[in-house]
């Protein structure tokens, strides 16, 4: 795993090997699974993302690989000055995920290549984070200058025109500055989504879970859990309340810098890959608000855990077609309340409830239903009276010594016989 101290921006990746020298055509013959998976040839006869651009805010994207050329924006790089003058950014995280999402492949009718899940997407690369082996890392992660740079990714993101964000990062403390920057990208209607992280392994923490990782468990914002082939959960993938949805994460191909082809698995490429289907979302969807782009994605989930939910796989593994269905059934539906007593989400919720207020007291009422009240309660103990009365005088007439041996009368009939 690729992992940031200081800032602790964690690379959610857990092993990573060349793949260079496969042919194209064997690159696509190893996506079939994670295809077939999300099933995305049927999504795709719905949506393929055209209009939909996804931020990927990461190490930075490659625009020339084959597989995404024409399709990525290079945005601004927050992490300026960390390196030294003439080093060049390695760009293999962010080129990886970004094939993931909007790889649309190469040659004779692009079959060849890395086919992403949104191939018809456009990508704006953000560069928010170094990866360990480029010069700057120890200085990235040290100077406070770099603290806020996720923050401030999101908001240039959102003020670039993004439609889906995709963070395939975490870290392990939360800052003010990131939350108000969540709260504003759902206010501009952008979907966020994070990787739950790769801390999921060792032993869980007192409270019974693996460590939260931000910003995937900021509220708003779609945790991802990674499963392996089985669909299962991941061993390395993080358990804990904040995970929403779960993806294929384990051995996943995809693109890296140079037109190579790399073989990892991590909540990361999850994370990728439930980008990919958000963005298929808001393109048939343009103004869906995120919180029901994330209902889509959990009610149209596979696999779903035992009672619906657990903190390991979320609402169940995400299911591309199923999730454009539900869109399609709650799309003209909005989470966002409006009105004079709508909440303010600039505000934090709760400040306590103030005391019920009496306008009047009609003394004269007051003093005429506590009469009613009164003699309706003699009425009941009169009433109740009289049954145990009755009751007594019952059992008495039925005791022994009245003639009846304390049996009840019957009347025998004569027996009948066979004339």
Same mark, same amino acid.
């Given at each position: ?103 649309? !492949?190469? +040659? @004779? &009718?692009?079959?060849?290549? *890395? ?5 018809? /997407?456009?990508? =704006?690369?953000?560069? #928010? ?124 191909? !995809?693109? +890296? @810098? &140079?037109?190579?082809?790399? *073989? ?5 490429? /999850?994370?990728? =890959?439930?980008?990919? #289907? ?124 009245? !003639?009846? +041996? ?14």
């Amino acid at each position: 795993m690729l992992r940031q101290a200081g800032v602790a921006v964690v690379l959610a990746l857990i092993a990573l090997g060349s793949a260079s020298a496969a042919h194209a055509d064997d690159v696509r013959g190893s996506q079939r699974q994670v295809l077939r998976t999300l099933d995305l040839p049927g999504a795709w006869r719905i949506s393929e993302g055209r209009g939909v651009t996804v931020a990927v805010l990461d190490s930075g994207v490659d625009p020339d690989h084959r597989d995404l050329v024409g399709s990525v924006t290079e945005g601004r790089d927050f992490t300026r000055g960390a390196n030294p003058p003439g080093a060049d950014p390695l760009r293999l995280h962010g080129t990886y995920m970004a094939s993931l999402i909007a790889g649309h !492949g190469h +040659g @004779p &009718g692009r079959a060849d290549g *890395v086919i992403g899940v949104a191939p018809r /997407a456009r990508v =704006l690369s953000v560069r #928010v984070i170094l990866e360990d082996e480029e010069p700057g890392f120890r200085k990235f992660n040290t100077a406070p200058r770099f603290e806020n740079v996720v923050a401030e990714g999101i908001r240039y993101a959102v003020d670039q025109g993004a439609d889906v964000i995709n963070m395939s990062i975490s870290k392990e403390l939360a800052t003010r500055e990131e939350r108000a920057a969540i709260r504003y990208a759902i206010s501009r209607g952008v979907v966020l989504v994070a990787a739950a992280g790769n801390d999921g392994a060792g032993k869980p923490d007192s409270t019974g879970y693996a460590p939260y990782s931000y910003p995937a468990a900021f509220p708003g914002v779609v945790s991802v859990a990674a499963v392996d082939r089985g669909l299962r959960r991941a061993s390395f993938s993080n358990r804990n309340p904040s995970v929403l949805v779960a993806a294929p994460g384990v051995d996943i191909l !995809g693109a +890296g @810098p &140079g037109d190579e082809y790399w *073989v990892g698995r991590g909540t990361s490429q /999850a994370t990728a =890959l439930v980008s990919g #289907v958000a963005a298929l979302i808001k393109a048939k969807y343009p103004k869906m608000s995120p919180g029901l782009v994330a209902q889509a994605l959990t009610a149209g989930a596979i696999r779903q855990p035992t009672g619906g939910y657990d903190t390991g796989m979320g609402f169940g593994v995400v299911n591309a077609p199923r999730a454009l269905a539900e869109a399609a059934r709650i799309s003209r539906h909005t989470f966002t309340a409006q009105g004079a007593g709508s909440h303010d989400p600039a505000r934090p919720l709760g400040g306590g409830a103030e005391p019920v207020r009496v306008i009047h007291r009609d003394q004269n009422k007051i003093a005429l239903y506590g009469g009613v009240a009164g003699i309706a309660g003699l009425g009941v103990l009169a009433s109740l009276t009289g049954i145990v009365v009755l009751v007594g005088r019952g059992r008495s007439r039925d005791s022994p010594g009245n !003639g009846s +041996g304390g049996r009840s009368a019957t009347t025998a009939e004569p027996p009948v016989t066979a004339p």
